[in-house]
């Protein structure tokens, strides 16, 4: 029998790490989390029966429930859910995945599909309510025997599925994209390595643990090392200021996080420059050299850029904290992750063909091998990222410096990000052209500062601006509404803007 600390939640709390609520609410050990959703499959029949052969999907808040609902998927995929989502993107992830049960809160009921067999992790790790068959039961999560963590502590993980995240819709529908627990784990342990994680750490988690970057960086990684986390359900600028100034030793975020701090820290007008502060991660979107600048200026820490995605569970380059920070790069290899710059490969050409790498200072497409890298799309599907023999193309380009380092440059897939998050104008294009009197839809970004991008929606047709805007209202997550609305022809010059 392989080890059982080979699953990424008991991995997680062999660790002894703990988290906790970023208003100071509440703290738990993670062991207790991860003993809570075992618990929680063997006080409940109809949830067992529920996810008999299919998966599950976790539908939450950042929080320690998350957790808890880790270990409740019981080793199977869990689908995970971003918590921006519309119901109609719900529905088709949860169809497509094969769900049984959903994780979830009571806040976000309203959002899954009728008949759902769910599981309100509100009161987690104390108490769980099962909604089943129209009846509701109660489980009492806190009378549990804790949890036998015997094993080897550096186990490989399982070459079994972890996790379902949807990503690249560059043909206009999302993959479910397979991550098991030897991809994640993996990921997780060069994190430690790369951040120089310990138990003396307290992580401030801003990112969605939906999203891999969040899930990676800002909890499993610091929790393998025994770290606090504090997890914060919904970003308030001001709070994380406030904390940032007392015992906080990590912040993980995107660009906008960043800058929404900087505004804060200046609102509050306190000094940042004697804190526990000690490394500050910034990924998901292009990070400019003036953000970097500012950040270090008012804090006295480096923020320091790295690069992934979500086949890649997530990051595969840093610059690594035991270096000086080379800003304006994406940083260095992660451990035992290999990135190379090799040409960009052409549509119709075998995927099998081996290829040089490009030599130093010559542009060409990112790709990256090792045990990070996803098993698959679900469905065996090759419309999404592409690889040549063992190496996964990222569709991204960038080139290689001579210290080792590399440099992002731009975008070769369809795609562009909006506040940390991928935008797939595809997506969006097909979802509007499903609304009667739609013709045609075309989707660009507007840059912006803040945001990075816009988004431009131009729709030909027998249709209104309030039209469209409703209509993508309903089937599109959040920060996928475009901002500014196009109506060509039949309706030239009616534009609409938020």
């Known amino acids: 029998m392989s080890d059982p600390l080979a699953l990424l939640p008991l991995a997680l709390a062999a ?35 529920a996810l008999s052969g299919r998966r599950s999907a976790i539908l939450l808040p950042t929080s320690p429930a998350f957790f808890t609902a880790l270990a409740a998927s019981d080793g199977r995929g869990a689908v995970l859910v971003n918590p921006l989502a519309a119901p109609i993107e719900i529905e088709r992830q949860c169809h497509d995945a094969d769900v049984g049960a959903v994780f979830t809160t009571s806040a976000f009921v309203s959002r899954l599909p009728a008949g759902m067999v769910t599981v309100l992790l509100d009161e987690a790790p104390r108490r769980a309510r099962v909604l089943a068959q129209g009846a509701a039961r109660e489980i009492d999560l806190g009378s549990h025997h804790g949890l036998d963590l015997a094993g080897e502590r550096d186990a490989p993980g399982r070459d079994e599925e972890a996790a379902i995240v949807y990503t690249s819709a560059m043909r206009g529908t999302p993959l479910g994209a397979v991550l098991t627990h030897a991809n994640l784990l993996a990921d997780a342990r060069s994190t430690v390595e790369a951040v120089a994680n310990s138990p003396s750490d307290r992580v401030l988690a801003l990112l969605p643990f939906a999203h891999l970057f969040g899930l990676t960086v800002t909890g499993s990684a610091p929790l393998l090392a025994g770290a606090h986390v504090i997890t914060m359900s919904r970003f308030d600028q001001l709070r994380a200021a406030a904390l940032l100034e007392h015992d906080v030793t990590e912040i993980v975020g995107v660009p906008t996080v960043f800058r929404a701090i900087l505004s804060a820290i200046e609102r509050r007008g306190h ?69 190379g710059i090799f040409p960009v490969m052409q549509a119709g050409v075998d995927a099998a063909t081996d290829a040089a790498p490009l030599p130093v200072g010559t542009p060409g497409e990112i790709q990256v091998r090792g045990e990070i890298v996803f098993r698959g799309y679900l469905g065996g599907s090759n419309a999404g990222l592409q ?34 998050f991928n935008i797939y104008p595809a997506e969006i294009e097909r979802a509007v052209c499903e609304l009667p009197g739609v013709t045609h839809a075309e989707v660009h970004p507007i840059p912006e500062p803040v945001a990075e991008n816009d988004i431009l929606l131009r729709v030909r047709g027998d249709v209104t601006v309030d039209d469209v805007r409703a209509w993508c209202a309903e089937r599109l997550s959040a920060y996928k509404q475009p901002r500014v609305i196009e109506l060509m022809e039949d309706r030239v010059g009616q534009v609409g803007r938020l």
């Open 271 to 339: 000094s940042m420059r004697d804190t526990s502060l000690r490394v500050c991660i910034c990924g998901g979107a292009p990070l400019s050299g003036e953000l970097q600048d500012r950040w270090a200026e008012v804090t006295g820490v480096e923020l320091r850029q790295g690069y992934g995605l979500t086949e890649a569970s997530p990051v595969c380059l840093f610059n690594n904290v035991a270096l000086p920070n080379a800003r304006g790069t994406l940083g260095f290899a992660y451990p035992r992750v290999d990135v």
């Open 387 to 420: 690889r040549r023999g063992e190496w996964l193309c990222t569709g991204d380009r960038g080139v290689r410096n001579a210290d080792g380092t590399v440099t992002f440059l731009d975008v070769i897939k369809p795609m562009f990000t909006r506040n940390g």
């Open 15 to 49: 660790g002894g790490g703990t988290v906790g609520l970023g208003d100071g609410s509440a703290r738990y050990e993670v062991q207790q989390l991860v003993a809570a959703g075992l618990t929680l499959l063997q006080r409940s029949a109809p949830l067992v029966r």
